[in-house]
């Protein structure tokens, strides 16, 4: 009684232990990990490794084969409450033939008929200069995209699953849909749950990220806690000992070489860090900020896993 109790309090979507199998294909294995409510998660992992089959079981289309999902406490299979709160836009969203914009957010009323505005549809879709009447299949891919997106904000959903959503939008409308996304989670408390193979598109907003890979999680962290403890250090060292030194007293992941600038990635305590790199009087150096990819790659070569291409697609 206690557990349940507790679970019905809970507000994020709980992922536990979730398998699911296609013929010979396991897309999930024994999936656990919460995504906390309110802050924006990033779903990464290379292509096939089960990040769409997991956001059709959290949203309730897919039925896992084993394990449950819950949204804000409740199990999302065949539950029409807990599936109202959750908003999925595929990487390819369905919209009837012949339809127009402002048909399929008819439809969608309909869908979500509580929280979906057609007021802040209609801002939304002036906004970005598309066209209600236009019939949809003259839209291009990216402009399918962003309606995709404004119908989901404008569903009034608390989660929106985006599956690839940024791919086929111009760098100034993926700004713009970003922008709206950190609005929405400020004003009316969304929590977007974005799925990606691109690293470095999820850099900006991310907050919390969980990777898959092949069908299982290798790690779910608040990014914050995944750049504690691990450095990058530029240095010129005067002289190669120097370097086999600080190798010698620090924990070195990795170590690029260009010209006499050596790039260290370090596991370890900050202050032991530069208190063994300056104890060597380089010429220069400087503690440098990681990218998620580097972030991730440090991550997983822990667990053996090479990642190194994750991004370079």
Do not use: W
């Not at 024994?30 to 089960?50: E, R, Y």
């Not at 084969?65 to 369905?94: H, R, W």
């Not at 260009?258 to 370890?268: D, M």
């Not at 790199?277 to 900020?289: A, H, N």
């Amino acid at each position: 009684m206690r557990q349940e109790s507790i679970r019905k309090g809970c507000k994020m979507i709980e992922i536990k232990n979730v398998s699911k199998k296609y013929d010979d294909i396991n897309a999930l294995s024994g999936v656990s990990f919460d995504m906390p409510d309110g802050q924006v998660f990033g779903l990464v992992g290379t292509n096939g490794a089960g990040k769409s089959t997991l956001l059709r079981c959290i949203c309730g289309v897919c039925r896992p084969d084993s394990g449950e999902i819950f949204i804000d406490g409740e199990p999302v299979y065949e539950n029409p409450d807990a599936k109202k709160k959750v908003f999925f836009i595929s990487d390819d969203q369905y919209y009837y033939p012949g339809s127009n914009s402002e048909e399929m957010a008819r439809f969608y009323r309909t869908m979500y008929p509580e929280t979906f505005s057609m007021d802040r549809f209609s801002d939304l879709m002036n906004s970005l200069s598309l066209d209600k009447k236009r019939r949809i299949q003259t839209f291009s891919k990216g402009m399918k995209k962003q309606l995709a997106i404004m119908l989901g904000i404008a569903s009034g959903c608390k989660y929106i699953l985006c599956d690839e959503t940024f791919d086929g939008l111009d760098p100034v409308v993926r700004q713009a849909v970003k922008r709206l996304f950190i609005h929405d989670m400020e004003e009316a408390g969304v929590t977007p749950v974005i799925a990606s193979h691109n690293l470095r598109e999820l850099e900006d907003i991310c907050e919390y990220v969980g990777l898959l890979h092949k069908g299982g999680v290798i790690l779910s962290k608040d990014l914050e806690d995944m750049k504690l403890g691990i450095y990058k250090v530029q240095v010129v060292f005067k002289d190669s000992a120097s370097l086999e030194t600080v190798k010698n007293n620090l924990k070195v992941i990795s170590e690029e070489h260009r010209g006499s600038l050596v790039t260290l990635t370090i596991r370890g305590n900050r202050t032991e860090v530069e208190t063994v790199i300056s104890s060597q009087v380089p010429v220069f150096y400087e503690v440098l900020p990681l990218t998620l990819e580097e972030i991730f790659i440090s991550e997983t070569e822990v667990l053996g896993y090479d990642f190194t291409g994750i991004t370079k697609q």
